[in-house]
């Protein structure tokens, strides 16, 4: 009977937290226009926040920084974040500390094809902004695999659930809105495919 209990309690503070985040975010949907068509990070951080909620990511932070953050360095913005370690920062799926091995990566997605698709057929490079802003609804520096437009597959890197810490950061969707949260929690909400990329 207790256990019982304490399921309805928790259940119910799981409501009103969600019943709190929908208010945040029909208020600020409603106030967040700047006359521009994009929103503010404050309701990109309220419509994420319902997204982690409703897939069961509990434990992520939202950390505002500086405008100039990407002109700092890695140990800047480590600080900045309240980070333990550099290899924690990351920009969208891809490491800062590593570089990208697209071989790596051609491989992961000729297996995942079935050797199908010929290894020459993959093209690896960068989204141009215009494409990628259609594609993720994310302007450039502000892109987060969290809420995207269209349904992307996601990576991550390897490296990065092998950390120490179950703990790492993205962007959070506007470029100064960055998202912490843990690593297992991440990848049990949104399964991405896991891959020795850098």
């Given at each position: 009977m207790a256990a019982l209990a304490d399921l309805e309690a928790k259940q119910s503070q799981i409501l009103d937290r969600i019943a709190q985040l929908e208010s945040r975010l029909t208020s600020a949907s409603l106030s967040s226009s700047d006359g521009s068509g994009e929103t503010t990070a404050e309701s990109t951080e309220t419509r994420l926040s319902v997204i982690l909620l409703a897939r069961g990511v509990s434990d992520f932070a939202w950390k505002r920084v500086p405008s100039d953050y990407y002109d700092q360095s890695l140990e800047y913005r480590?600080?900045?974040?309240?980070?333990?370690?550099?290899?924690?920062?990351?920009k969208t799926i891809v490491m800062y500390m590593a570089r990208l091995n697209a071989e790596s990566i051609k491989n992961f997605?000729?297996?995942?094809?079935?050797?199908?698709?010929?290894?020459?057929?993959?093209?690896m490079r960068l989204a141009p902004e215009d494409e990628s802003l259609k594609l993720t609804g994310f302007i450039h520096n502000a892109v987060t695999c969290?809420?995207?437009?269209?349904?992307?597959?996601?990576?991550?890197?390897?490296?990065?659930?092998?950390?120490?810490?179950d703990y790492f950061w993205?962007?959070?969707?506007?470029?100064?809105?960055?998202?912490?949260?843990?690593?297992?929690?991440?990848?049990?909400?949104?399964?991405?495919?896991?891959?020795?990329?850098?």
């Open positions: 480590r600080q900045i974040l309240a980070a333990s370690r550099i290899e924690q920062l990351c997605l000729y297996a995942l094809n079935d050797k199908k698709v010929p290894k020459k057929r993959f093209n969290i809420g995207m437009r269209t349904d992307i597959p996601v990576i991550i890197d390897e490296a990065i659930t092998k950390l120490e810490e993205l962007g959070g969707g506007d470029v100064d809105l960055k998202l912490g949260m843990k690593t297992s929690q991440f990848l049990t909400a949104f399964r991405p495919f896991v891959v020795k990329c850098s």
